[in-house]
């Protein structure tokens, strides 16, 4: 087997543990869910992990990663937050944009931080990416509670200190293209 090919065959393999990998932390980040009074949507370190994700393994693999995991807790694997139904009932009920929207948040983080991997790039993609969970979020609790301002009073107000620490940490401890490993 040439090198060139070996390099290919390695980064692949990489590329699939990655992915398997950030399924599992995003499994693991579900389980930190603290509820919050007054809102259906718990404290978890997941919109972490999604950014992450993307930061870590780009766009298609970051985005891959999310699916896999949605996958999982969609056949009934217990890696959605212990708070809410099981299954593909999370994926309808008030929690469910936002898991919906992790694969484009990934993606997302992954595009802008590639186009961007300098250290303000990699704030800027975490900023972006954990925007795009509350578009999602905040868009399904709209359509269960009939009211946008109620939607984002319950999905995005109580989070918005605590994501925008998440968007820090993200930034530091995400590679910059030169550390980056192979996608």
Known sequence: MSSSVATVVRDRQLTIVGVVGFA????VA???AIPIPGTPVPFTLQPLAVVLAGLWLGPVAGAASMVLY??????GLP????IGAPGVLRLIGPTGGYLLA???AAAIAGLVAKRFPA???RMLASLLGIAMLYLGGVMQLELITGSLSRAAALGSTPFILADLGKVVVAAIISPS?????PA
């Open 102 to 104: 992790t694969p484009a």
């Open 70 to 75: 949605l996958l999982a807790g969609a056949v």
């Open 79 to 82: 890696v959605f937050s212990p």
């Open 119 to 121: 250290f303000a790039g």
């Open 177 to 181: 293209r030169a550390n980056r490993p």
């Open 24 to 27: 599992a932390t995003m499994a």
């Open 30 to 32: 579900a389980q930190i």
